[in-house]
């Protein structure tokens, strides 16, 4: 764990001189966690990752730290928290303790949003080591981002994301210039199928890669920490070599939210690509910002999400497979987010009118039955369930989704979170108090604190696919590669829960748009103004009706795949993933067909 004492420097972001002593504790960096765990899924709005008490309503163990006081004497106290559903106070509390001096509780105020919070005063006695401890009180989730203690009593911490990114840094000692992982051929960030199947497929070609993910297991929503099945098929590919790599790390099918998590082969996608030579494998870093020259990505710059150093990857060619299209977006990249218009598209599942609506977040959930009856707190903070709308289930499946149009996914995404958590605590708290000649004996086992996205940005490429492609009503483009499957399958909430919960709706429905297996065309899959950056998952150059079908994770691990194969070509001939469908598409079709490639 990273703590610093600083005193007597100058701060050059237009804060004020700090004259006396303070300490910065990242909550995230607690050398002890106890039940609490790292959230780092909303890094992108604040900077930072946080510590998170999911205990299901059953308190979490202590999360503990210590450090050593330079100097004694009265420091004011500040903890960056939130009060996560004030309602009119919310389930969140819990207490810091420093040494056994100081206790006070936070996180249940019924104030809104991240704030730092006064603590007062405690008195630290020089050159001693003093204990830090978070102790929930409720397994409600509450949260802690950091802890600031100063001798300057009239100092409040910043609040403003760009003043306060650069504070942290500048406290933690993180320094102007991250080291360099390495040099590479290709940097892929995110670990998902799409990422895991680029990094593998590129390395296979000889490339040395780097594959940036930002939690401590491959898999994204094929994970144990979401928990969603693979979909979409291989076995119907035009391209025979496609879809190897998905097989590789399929884990077969364990459903969705299945009890066991072991299911979804965490250890073994893990494992196949820590096996692979030229691949090097960097969990739990948040690529959160990007060095640019011209139109072309130079550097990836990425944050340990508990220790908080930096890293910096250098490479000649970039693959954004992270679902929301993050790096792409932070290079400047073309993107949309939400539906385009039937008279811009021709699409006739479009609307009449564009608009910002995006598929939503789905945080699945299961239980268990016990041998002898079991509780479960009232939740008046959470949605209200009565006898006239319920939901009779004892797990979740797809269905349980929260974003659609009154969300932002991306900058709203811990409110859709959270919004997920009101309803699957309301109604689990309904049936448990409310049916207990059915439910008296079930258990709440686990809930799902990482989100299952599924919309956000999508990065533009020198090709859009849109519903005609995926009907067969445009000719097939002579770079479609990968052969897409499923229907398009566009939710919207379910008419039932919208008639209960209008604006707070938290269950889909769908209506399947069958079609004929398709192919994606390769320029979906790079940035028509970046020079050098590839994409692969549900961020690629569709519309909204498009990316209905596109979306699926054995479809996305494809397109990874073809990307590693374009990366190859790239390299070897020094080019761009544009120069690769300009002037080597007949060589990448051989590679993609298995027949060796003939130089005319």
Excluded at 280 to 299: D, K, M, P
Excluded at 359 to 385: C, K, M, R, V, Y
Excluded at 398 to 412: A, H, S
Aim: glycine share 10%; with cysteine; proline share 4%.
């Amino acid at each position: 764990m990273r703590l610093y004492l600083s005193s007597l420097y100058f701060i050059l972001w237009q804060l004020p001189l700090f004259a006396q002593d303070q300490i910065l504790i990242e909550a995230e960096s607690f050398e002890e966690k106890g039940g609490w765990l790292i959230d780092q899924q909303f890094f992108d709005i604040m900077g930072s990752s946080y510590l998170l008490a999911h205990g299901l309503g059953t308190p979490v163990g202590d999360a503990i730290t210590k450090l050593k006081v330079a100097e004694g004497g009265d420091y004011h106290v500040w903890v960056r928290t939130k009060d996560w559903a004030p309602f009119p106070v919310g389930p969140g509390k819990f207490s810091l303790l420093i040494g056994d001096v100081y206790e006070k509780s936070f996180g249940a105020t019924g104030q809104t949003g991240w704030q730092w919070y006064d603590g007062g005063l405690v008195k630290l006695q020089n050159q001693t080591e003093v204990g830090f401890i978070l102790k929930d009180f409720t397994g409600f989730d509450g949260r802690c981002d950091a802890i600031y203690l100063t001798r300057d009593h009239t100092f409040k911490p910043p609040h403003d994301q760009g003043v306060l990114h650069n504070w942290r840094k500048e406290l933690l000692g993180l320094g102007r210039v991250p080291k360099d992982a390495g040099i590479f051929d290709l940097v892929v960030i995110g670990g998902g199928m799409a990422g895991t199947c680029t990094a593998l497929s590129a390395a296979r070609q000889g490339l040395k890669v780097a594959l940036v993910q930002n939690r401590p297991v491959l898999g994204g929503n094929n994970s144990s920490e979401i928990r969603v099945h693979l979909m979409g098929r291989t076995d119907q590919n035009d391209f025979p070599v496609l879809g190897r790599i998905v097989h590789e790390l399929d884990n077969g099918d364990p459903g969705n939210a299945n009890p066991d998590g072991k299911r979804y082969g965490d250890e073994r996608k893990e494992q196949i690509v820590r096996l692979q030579p030229n691949l090097s494998l960097y969990l739990n870093l948040h690529a959160y910002a990007v060095e640019t020259e011209g139109n072309e990505i130079r550097t990836v710059i990425a944050r340990n999400i508990e220790t908080n150093e930096e890293l910096r990857f250098p490479a000649r060619l970039f693959a954004d497979c992270t679902g929301d299209g993050t790096i792409g977006y932070l290079a400047g990249a073309d993107y949309r987010m939400g539906r385009e218009s039937k008279a811009e598209t021709g699409e006739t599942y479009a609307p009449d009118e564009a608009d910002d609506f995006t598929l939503g977040t789905s945080n699945l959930w299961h239980t268990s039955i016990q041998d002898s009856p079991t509780s479960f707190p009232e939740t008046a903070w959470a949605l209200t369930f009565s006898d006239e709308y319920y939901l009779d289930t004892d797990k979740a499946d797809w269905q349980w989704e929260t974003g659609y149009g009154n969300f932002n996914t991306i900058t709203q995404a811990e409110e859709i979170r959270d919004h997920n958590f009101r309803a699957i605590y309301g109604n689990w708290s309904f049936l448990k108090n409310n049916k207990s000649d059915k439910y008296g004996h079930h258990k709440l086992d686990w809930v799902a604190h990482i989100g299952g996205k599924r919309e956000s940005r999508r990065l533009m490429g020198d090709y859009i696919l849109n519903q005609n492609d995926c009907t067969g009503e445009i000719e097939r483009q002579p770079d479609g590669f990968v052969t897409a499957t499923w229907t398009i399958d566009l939710h919207f909430p379910d008419p039932e829960n919208q008639k209960y919960f209008e604006g707070e709706e938290f269950f889909a429905a769908t209506k399947h748009i069958r079609v004929a297996p398709y192919n994606i065309p390769y320029r979906c899959l790079y940035s028509r103004n970046i020079g050098n950056l590839f994409m692969a998952g549900r961020n690629i150059s569709t519309t909204h009706v498009a990316f209905g079908s596109t979306r699926v994770m054995k479809t996305c691990g494809m397109m990874g795949e073809l990307v590693g194969f374009a990366a190859g070509l790239a390299i070897q001939h020094n080019t761009s993933p544009r120069g690769v469908y300009e002037n080597h598409l007949n060589e990448l079709t051989s590679m993609v067909s298995g027949v060796k490639y003939s130089r005319p």
